[in-house]
């Protein structure tokens, strides 16, 4: 094959906006029913919409929802844990209108809860079933004149599944409570609880509720131990997770008795708890635990036998959705690795031997695998807080193309990805959306700043009252460490991020020194004081732990907020923003652009009607990726293909910028 020489950042690619939304979807969390295995798939050909699919014993699939229902909570505004099945009936929250519904296989969808006063006022999720049949769910109440966060009321309440009734209450009276389990004689309820300024992530508490008396049991948790993804076993213990080590590690509680490790490994089996319903091991009729656990970037699937040792089995799989269990022997997961998005698989175990068979396969993207660009672990020099010297982490993606090389002697040009959270992860998965980068001749970096999790509690605490430091700080040491290596243009350096990674892209480009010569800024942060005045009621005091307690530190929100330094902008930016986000609202986006206007910055503004807290139709999808490819082809004046008839985005005084 011949290999044509055309400047980075300029190489046609089969790997398109269109080719990235094609037939795409979001698979979520999966459930066994039987013989039947049920999943959820995003779609943006659906306007984004959550569909629940189920899989039959002679292996056709269906969709279960009809025409205008979405599967989708609005619980915590991130949601998850919309929809669960038992004996082949499907319940699941509506997104149009937040009410729990019932449908059977070729029926129509009951409404099992009332109206509520306000519109999609009780939200509903993580729902469970007893051993009586009926559902315990938590419920979001917001309240008829509420004055916003501080009225909505969290509390676990319980259901008829067959018919339409009023819910009745359960446990309430803390902050947030969550992973409502009822145990196998029915006699017991296990709950998640915090209270602000707590996140799920720092401080939780594992309670255990006597039904008949009321009378509550404290099994983990408090202050600095985070607890989650309690299940009941049927010989009536508890299992959970823990970092009471350092480490988000399995362990087990049994009443009236003391809790004991099950699994102890350097590595974290837990995630973040931004949505409702994680699902991370499961135990099997031999009592082995199947489980997953985030190691050096990379997550992996890891099996715990009955004696207590513990075996990797080589299973080609980088990041587990969701694990469940299939049987005596076999767990159903999603899952995807750095050469393929994630799929549904079958994982049998059989003694020491491993059989995977694919449910629900990846789809093909047409992509010949020497052309996708596999992260590379990397590892860089960086600073904390106080200045002191420590090691960060992040995934590099090399340029990568069988037909096309840069020019010799030019470098190509780097996109620092930052993901959001803040408390969250890269993910080492094949996306179809930084191939699109990378085919086209971008390097890219998705930084596991210091706050990023994976690396265990300290390394997530990094970013502890350091919020616009730290993560910036590791941000821009990692392009300089790729810049100094000769991996990357050092003049051509952009930064990019969403939600909170919008936020470190804009306090990336508001430092003097900040070495990024373009930015894409995704629905951020430009006013952390607002941001603390305005926003609902989940991450209503995240900032407290990230910054310090408003109002008491507003001095610190000014001084960490863009907003306030737009004096010290030099860079060109993009911003895009979805006009119906409550996370961050659209106000937030166009105080930056309003500002760099009027200093004649160079900047485009792209508004998404009907678009919440991340962009989930693929019109948008498409729109976002190739005018944010126009605008670095602006800025690092390059030529887009011809083939692909980009739009050019409107870049607003480019010709006079200051950079």
Not at 90 to 96: E, G, I, K, L, R
Not at 243 to 267: F, H, K, M, Q, S
Not at 282 to 295: E, Y
Request: hydrophobic share 40%; with cysteine; net charge negative.
């Amino acid at each position: 094959m011949t290999i044509s020489e055309l400047p980075f950042g300029s190489w046609p690619t089969s790997i398109t906006s269109e080719s990235v939304v094609s037939a795409a979807v979001r698979l979520g969390e999966v459930r066994v029913d039987g013989g039947e295995v049920y999943w959820a798939e995003g779609r943006p050909s659906e306007g984004g919409r959550t569909q629940i699919v189920r899989l039959g014993a002679d292996g056709e699939r269906v969709d279960l929802l009809p025409e205008g229902m979405d599967a989708r909570t609005a619980v915590h505004e991130y949601g998850g844990a919309a929809w669960w099945v038992r004996g082949g009936v499907v319940y699941f929250v509506n997104w149009a209108d937040q009410r729990v519904y019932r449908i059977e296989a070729g029926g129509a969808a009951v409404a099992l809860t009332p109206e509520p006063v306000v519109a999609r006022g009780d939200r509903y999720g993580d729902g469970a079933f007893g051993p009586d049949g009926a559902i315990v769910a938590v419920r979001e109440r917001h309240p008829e004149g509420g004055r916003g966060a501080i009225d909505v009321r969290n509390e676990i309440v319980r259901l008829a599944a067959d018919r339409s009734s009023e819910p009745e209450s359960l446990f309430s009276g803390t902050d947030f409570v969550v992973s409502p389990r009822v145990s196998p004689d029915g006699a017991r309820l296990a709950v998640v609880t915090w209270d602000h300024p707590s996140m799920p992530w720092d401080d939780t508490v594992l309670r255990v509720r006597d039904l008949a008396t009321g009378v509550d049991t404290v099994v983990a948790g408090g202050p600095g131990e985070s607890v989650g993804e309690p299940r009941w076993q049927e010989d009536g213990t508890l299992l959970f997770l823990s970092d009471r080590n350092g480490w988000w590690n399995l362990y087990r509680w049994t009443p009236g008795g003391e809790v004991e490790a099950v699994i102890e490994v350097e590595a974290e089996i837990g995630v973040p708890a931004w949505q409702l319903g994680s699902s991370r091991y499961a135990v099997l009729g031999d009592r082995s635990i199947v489980f997953a656990r985030w190691r050096d970037g990379y997550d992996g699937l890891a099996v715990r036998r009955p004696d207590g040792s513990v075996a990797e089995p080589a299973l080609p799989f980088s990041a587990i959705a969701a694990i469940e269990r299939a049987g005596d022997n076999a767990v159903i997961v999603v899952a995807g690795a750095p050469t393929a998005e994630a799929g549904i698989y079958r994982i049998e175990f059989v003694g020491s031997d491993t059989a995977v068979e694919t449910l629900r396969a990846p789809r093909d993207l047409g992509i010949e695998p020497a052309d996708v660009s596999a992260p590379e672990p990397i590892s860089f020099p960086s600073t904390d807080r106080t200045g002191a010297p420590r090691t960060a982490h992040a995934l590099f993606y090399p340029p990568t193309s069988t037909r096309y090389r840069g020019p010799d002697g030019e470098l190509p040009p780097l996109l620092v990805m930052i993901h959001g959270g803040p408390t969250a992860h890269a993910v080492p998965v094949l996306s179809p959306s930084t191939q699109y980068w990378t085919n086209r001749g971008f390097a890219v970096v998705d930084v596991n700043y210091g706050g990023s999790t994976g690396y265990g509690r300290a390394y997530r605490e990094l970013l502890r009252d350091a919020w616009g430091v730290v993560d910036v700080a590791d941000c821009i040491a990692a392009a300089r460490w790729l810049a100094d290596n000769g991996r990357v243009d050092p003049k051509r350096l952009a930064i990019r991020g969403g939600s909170a990674g919008g936020y470190t892209t804009l306090a990336a480009l508001a430092r003097e020194d900040t070495p990024f010569a373009a930015g894409a800024d995704h629905y951020g942060v430009a006013d952390l004081e607002a941001l603390a005045a305005e926003t609902h009621k989940f991450e209503s005091r995240y900032l407290d732990g990230l910054i310090g307690a408003y109002p008491a530190e507003r001095d610190r929100y000014r001084e960490l907020s863009p907003i306030h330094h737009v004096d010290r902008f030099r860079s060109p930016l993009i911003v895009l923003q979805g006009s119906e986000d409550a996370v961050v609202p659209p106000n937030q986006s166009e105080m930056i652009v309003d500002a760099l206007r009027e200093r004649g910055i160079p900047v485009a503004y792209l508004l998404f009607p009907g678009e919440q807290h991340g962009f989930r139709r693929a019109e948008n999808i498409r729109t976002a990726l190739d005018s944010e490819l126009s605008f670095y082809a602006q800025v690092f004046g390059f030529e887009l293909p011809d083939e692909e008839k980009i739009e050019p985005v409107t870049v607003e005084n480019l010709a006079t910028g200051a950079r």
